[in-house]
């Protein structure tokens, strides 16, 4: 649970908790582009940052993945100034950066109050009314990447071959992936599992679920971490959503489950798979919004190239039961143990999404559908693709959008969201993935994949 305080300056600071045992202290922030942003203080300093903050100029609310700035409504251009308040609850020793620390920070104004647009307040928020409902969640990204070799300065050269999934793969990955998994587990980070995946060089690790604003914590820690070590090997870890044009690319898929104080709402219900009224009425309100989620989660133009059909992206409007095409999966486990408790992924995000506007948008979008008491649809089985006309009208699945002004459009017509996120939060995004939107109408696929390649 997100701790920094509500107005600063912020008393006691870090008499409250240890002092870092690093030289230097990271502090984080992730902008409305998905790129996580950084400053960062010498750890005697980190006493002072703690209660008034380090500055941050309010231009990067509207900075694209290329860096360019955009203004908008409320937000852009050379003017004003933030401080950025770490949440010394989660400071984090660096195993993979030896001498730092890291910390997640929240955004306040000069005036001492909490800034309106601040990415991780928002999904704060959005748990705190969760729990305001009486429900709990717990969450967390799966994380996908491919290892590139580093002498490769121009392109992608993959560093491991062999088949998808394969122990051809994971022999050549041995010696990495258990130090990648120990260096995690320094920094407070459980995996659960750990394989080669199916593109060049791709791999992936799933972790333990958290809260909300944990999970989008530790998706921001998971990436730097695997980054880190893979230079440390010699190679590079690309987690940009395409990997080459017309392939398999890697997301960053959102893994959810819901409690109230009865237990899980994915389970012991008499609803579709077991769900109870209230845990299949969050999912269908998820499920409503999927089109104005794309932009939240998988916005940027290279999204785009690796949200196609048939390749387990989810690109279609519908949910089913282990159906890997569907954008919303329904994960049941193991039925019928005394521990049961079900779990729904979202497969179309990637790495170019915030994690906190992402888990704080599919909160939002979830307690809609729990207070208009929404029920799902039919599920699907199969590949929506190989559907015939009439079958594909009937289930009601439609594409999710295919280009990034569509998934725009979405988000701005989306009042749960806009709702959810306020009119600042809303317009700097809408303002981000606009102007990326036209700033590459004309790219090719070869263009976007090389821009995007290393920025995230």
Known sequence: MA?????????????LIDKPNASMVALSFVDNAGITRVKAVPGQRLEHASRYGVGVSPCFETFAFDDLMAVGRYLGGPDGDLRLIPDLTRMTGLACQPGWAWAPADKYTQDGARFAACQRHFAARQAE???????????AFETEWSVGRADDTDGFTPAIHGPAYGMVRLGQVADYAADLVAVLDRQ??????????????????????????????????VRHTIRQVSVQHGWRA???????PGGTGSGAHLHLSVHDDRGPLFARGEGPHGMRPTGEAFLAGILR?????????????????????????????????ETREAALRFVTGVRGTEDWAANAEIKCFDATGNPYLI???????????????LRLPPEITGDPVTFDTEALMMSDVRRLPTTPTEAADQLA???????????????????VRRAE????????????????????
């Open 3 to 15: 701790t920094t305080p509500d107005r600063i300056p912020a008393e006691g600071g870090t008499a």
């Open 129 to 139: 009314a969760a729990r305001a409902a009486g429900l709990r969640l717990s969450m």
């Open 188 to 221: 407070g980070i459980t995996v659960d599992q750990f394989h080669p995946e199916y593109a060049p060089g791709q791999l992936e690790l799933s972790i333990e679920p958290s809260e909300p604003v944990a999970a989008a914590d530790d998706a921001v820690l």
């Open 238 to 244: 690309l987690l940009a959503p395409c990997i080459e």
């Open 289 to 321: 919004e999927l089109p104005a989620l794309v932009a939240v989660g998988a916005g940027n133009p290279a999204s785009f190239l690796r949200l196609e059909p048939s390749r387990w992206a989810g690109v279609w409007q519908c949910w089913g039961r």
């Open 359 to 373: 888990v704080g948008s599919v909160i939002a979008a979830g307690l809609a559908g729990v207070a208009e008491q």
């Open 413 to 431: 017509a989306s009042r749960p969201l806009a709702g959810a996120m306020g009119a600042e939060l809303h317009d700097a995004l809408l303002t």
């Open 437 to 456: 939107a036209e700033r590459y109408a004309e790219a090719s696929a070869e263009e976007l994949v090389a821009l995007t390649r290393w920025r995230f």
